[in-house]
């Protein structure tokens, strides 16, 4: 929890980053109207995401998942899911945009309004195995038991798209199997 912006991450002018099988979870920003982000704020640069799962952050603000604060802010999201986030001074729960560029494609985006920002994007259930716990029962996230694993059911799974960002190894370092999850 931050008292500001960006409970998990935070970028500002001319930064580019790169974030690939990992999980943004759990964070909240306290912020004031202008801030917001409970799990990304993105005050400007350029954030690629690929593999990424966004889930239970929350703001006081603006973008309960991901915010883009101004023109100098872009985001690109790639065979992610984002889901069970909340601003609750926002109708967007998922990503704020005021003024920046974002596309997401092939991925599982809770707000329905937001899945035409791109190309293949669901709005479903991802069905976690349990999303009240993200490290799971071990308290150690990147094990087999994190509760933001998806149930073998789970309808994204084969639902990815192959790109020149994809990698080889999900978050645990398995081989990613075809046609690929989100």
């Given at each position: 929890t931050v008292s500001g912006s960006g409970g998990g991450v935070q970028l500002?002018?001319?930064?580019?980053?790169e974030i690939i099988n990992t999980v943004i979870a759990n964070n909240q920003a306290g912020g004031k109207a202008d801030d917001g982000?409970?799990?990304i704020m993105i005050y400007g640069g350029n954030l690629m995401m690929t593999h990424v799962t966004v889930a239970?952050?929350?703001?006081?603000?603006?973008?309960?998942?991901i915010?883009?604060?101004?023109?100098s802010g872009a985001v690109r999201i790639n065979n992610s899911i984002i889901w069970n986030n909340t601003a609750l001074d926002d109708s967007a729960d998922c990503i704020s945009n005021t003024g920046g560029l974002y596309q997401i494609d092939y991925s599982d985006i809770q707000d329905e309004k937001q899945t035409s920002a791109g190309f293949g994007n669901w709005s479903v259930d991802p069905m976690f195995i349990n999303q009240n716990n993200p490290p799971g029962d071990d308290?150690?996230?990147?094990?087999?038991?994190?509760?933001?694993?998806?149930?073998?059911s789970s309808p994204v799974i084969g639902n990815g798209f192959e790109t020149a960002y994809t990698p080889l190894f999900d978050i645990l370092g398995y081989p990613r199997s075809s046609p690929l999850e989100m």
């Amino acid at each position: 929890t931050v008292s500001g912006s960006g409970g998990g991450v935070q970028l500002s002018q001319n930064a580019g980053v790169e974030i690939i099988n990992t999980v943004i979870a759990n964070n909240q920003a306290g912020g004031k109207a202008d801030d917001g982000g409970g799990g990304i704020m993105i005050y400007g640069g350029n954030l690629m995401m690929t593999h990424v799962t966004v889930a239970n952050n929350s703001t006081a603000s603006l973008g309960g998942a991901i915010r883009v604060y101004d023109s100098s802010g872009a985001v690109r999201i790639n065979n992610s899911i984002i889901w069970n986030n909340t601003a609750l001074d926002d109708s967007a729960d998922c990503i704020s945009n005021t003024g920046g560029l974002y596309q997401i494609d092939y991925s599982d985006i809770q707000d329905e309004k937001q899945t035409s920002a791109g190309f293949g994007n669901w709005s479903v259930d991802p069905m976690f195995i349990n999303q009240n716990n993200p490290p799971g029962d071990d308290g150690t996230g990147m094990t087999t038991d994190d509760g933001l694993m998806l149930q073998e059911s789970s309808p994204v799974i084969g639902n990815g798209f192959e790109t020149a960002y994809t990698p080889l190894f999900d978050i645990l370092g398995y081989p990613r199997s075809s046609p690929l999850e989100m």
